[in-house]
Structures are given as C-alpha cells and as structure tokens.
C-alpha cells in the first residue's frame, strides 16, 4: 500500500524545501500551486521529485480537492508547505500500511509552533490528515476547507506522532493572513444566518480568547501564546462584523461588497 502526499502552495519557496525533506519518502507528492504564484515554489517542489500542477486558484476546498483528484497511491497524506511530518509520525504510518489498518480515516496531532515556541494550549489540534483516497473528498469551500468521507458513519482512527505547524513568520504576516480568512469567512457566516448585530462579534471574539488564553493555559505560553490568541480573537471579532457590516448594506440596498479573490500566503486554515 503506498502514500501519496498532497498539498497546495503558493510563494512556498523560502519555507517549502524543509517540509519536503520531511515527507521525502513517501511513494509520491503531488503539489497544487497557484498559477498566481511569483517564486522559485514550483521549481523547487519539482527538483524534490514532486509532481506540480499548475492550477488558478479556485478557493481552498476546489483546489485541494485538485490535489487529491491527482493522487494515485491508495493511501493519502495531507501537509502544508509551513508543516513537517516527524519521524515518529512516518515511522507509525510505515508500521500502520505494513500491518491491515483498521479504519479507513485518520485523525493526525498538529504542533504549532509560533515565534519558535510550541503552543501548548494550541496542542494537539487534531485533523483528518491521513485516509484511503477514495473514502471522501473536500466540500468547495472559499475557507476553512475539510475533508468529509463520503460515509458520515465512518469511524475515524487517531495516529501516533506529530505534525508540526511553523506558524506565520512574523505578526504582520499573521494579521494580514486572518483578515483574509475573516473577509472569507464573513460570507460563508452569511450562507448559513443573518447577523443582525455586533453581538455575535463580541461574544466570539470574547469565548475564543477566554478558551485558549485562560481554560487551556494560553498564559503558560508567554509573550508568543498571548499575542497568537489575541490575534485569533481578533479574527472572530473581524469575521463576523464584517459578516453585521454586509447585512447592514443589504438592509440599505447599497451595492454588497464583492467576493474577494484571496492570495493564500498560507495554506493552513484558523481554528475554527
């Protein structure tokens, strides 16, 4: 049974290599990366012997649905250009293939890493990283993209070892990177309810801090854990006025803003 790793990218180029030296021995990489990319990415996934495809950037769910449509391999393993599989996570996936693994679907431990330190309160952020190629594909969402297996009823197994996620490379970069999420997400909130006031603003924002800062020991973290929570509290905060701001211009007929075409600096998604 072989793996394919698939992922998406887009100006990687400066982070890329070390993620693909981790997952160097997979039996195939498969890479999606933006036609809108202007670095060295591309060259460089393909000088690792990955395959690259180049796609215009459809939202985060098409285009890592792109990625997996590509794959060939029976088994599937899902990284970002910011991410790292450690040894302990390759060497339980090797021993799991060579064995029969019991469930179809995988839940992977993710490590963030910010400013050089481990978030503990962030950690372990659990996803679905590892799963049979055809037990499932990715909804066409602008953002926060996951992975649905096409049986709802399907158990989930939970793997030994870490993903580790180096975060955004500075605070600029971590702000700009949410206000698009937040601008993304404000739209996707509107599909599902109206927001007709700040208070949903203010009581998300408020439980997100209180949650990672305080109930899961953001404050053990220092300096780096408090200003990564407080800049998620402002992408809650962000999100759903913006989601009051487009209702509003709704209400007054005014011309709604459009869709924005985001740029994809990283392809990891905020906690939800």
């Given at each position: 049974?072989?793996?394919?790793?698939?992922?998406?990218?887009?100006?990687?180029?400066?982070?890329?290599?070390?993620?693909?030296?981790?997952?160097?021995?997979?039996?195939?990489?498969?890479?999606?990366?933006?036609?809108?990319?202007?670095?060295?990415?591309?060259?460089?996934?393909?000088?690792?012997?990955?395959?690259?495809?180049?796609?215009?950037?459809?939202?985060?769910?098409?285009?890592?649905?792109?990625?997996?449509?590509?794959?060939?391999?029976?088994?599937?393993?899902?990284?970002?250009?910011?991410?790292?599989?450690?040894?302990?996570?390759?060497?339980?996936?090797?021993?799991?293939?060579?064995?029969?693994?019991?469930?179809?679907?995988?839940?992977?431990?993710?490590?963030?890493?910010?400013?050089?330190?481990?978030?503990?309160?962030?950690?372990?952020?659990?996803?679905?990283?590892?799963?049979?190629?055809?037990?499932?594909?990715?909804?066409?969402?602008?953002?926060?993209?996951?992975?649905?297996?096409?049986?709802?009823?399907?158990?989930?197994?939970?793997?030994?070892?870490?993903?580790?996620?180096?975060?955004?490379?500075?605070?600029?970069?971590?702000?700009?990177?949410?206000?698009?999420?937040?601008?993304?997400?404000?739209?996707?909130?509107?599909?599902?309810?109206?927001?007709?006031?700040?208070l949903p603003a203010l009581v998300e924002s408020s439980l997100n801090f209180i949650k990672y800062q305080l109930l899961?020991?953001?404050?053990?973290?220092?300096?780096?854990?408090?200003?990564?929570?407080?800049?998620?509290?402002?992408?809650?905060?962000?999100?759903?006025?913006?989601?009051?701001?487009?209702?509003?211009?709704?209400?007054?007929?005014?011309?709604?803003?459009?869709?924005p075409e985001p740029t994809i600096e990283s392809r990891q998604p905020v906690a939800k």
């Amino acid at each position: 049974m072989g793996v394919s790793v698939i992922m998406i990218a887009a100006n990687e180029a400066d982070r890329i290599g070390s993620c693909l030296e981790s997952i160097a021995w997979a039996d195939e990489i498969v890479v999606v990366v933006d036609a809108a990319s202007t670095d060295h990415t591309a060259e460089i996934c393909r000088q690792a012997g990955a395959r690259v495809i180049i796609q215009p950037w459809l939202g985060f769910g098409r285009q890592r649905q792109v990625s997996l449509d590509a794959a060939t391999q029976e088994w599937v393993l899902v990284i970002d250009a910011d991410e790292r599989v450690t040894p302990e996570l390759r060497n339980t996936i090797r021993t799991l293939l060579a064995l029969t693994p019991e469930f179809a679907a995988y839940k992977v431990p993710r490590a963030l890493v910010f400013w050089g330190r481990k978030l503990r309160c962030r950690y372990p952020d659990y996803n679905i990283r590892f799963y049979r190629r055809d037990a499932g594909f990715y909804a066409s969402l602008l953002v926060h993209e996951s992975w649905d297996p096409h049986d709802r009823r399907l158990p989930i197994g939970v793997l030994q070892g870490d993903i580790l996620h180096e975060s955004e490379r500075n605070v600029t970069s971590l702000v700009s990177k949410l206000s698009q999420y937040a601008e993304l997400g404000a739209f996707e909130v509107l599909k599902r309810k109206r927001v007709t006031s700040l208070l949903p603003a203010l009581v998300e924002s408020s439980l997100n801090f209180i949650k990672y800062q305080l109930l899961r020991g953001g404050f053990l973290d220092g300096v780096p854990g408090l200003v990564y929570n407080l800049a998620h509290s402002y992408y809650f905060f962000h999100k759903y006025a913006r989601a009051y701001e487009i209702y509003r211009e709704q209400l007054q007929e005014k011309p709604v803003a459009r869709l924005p075409e985001p740029t994809i600096e990283s392809r990891q998604p905020v906690a939800k």
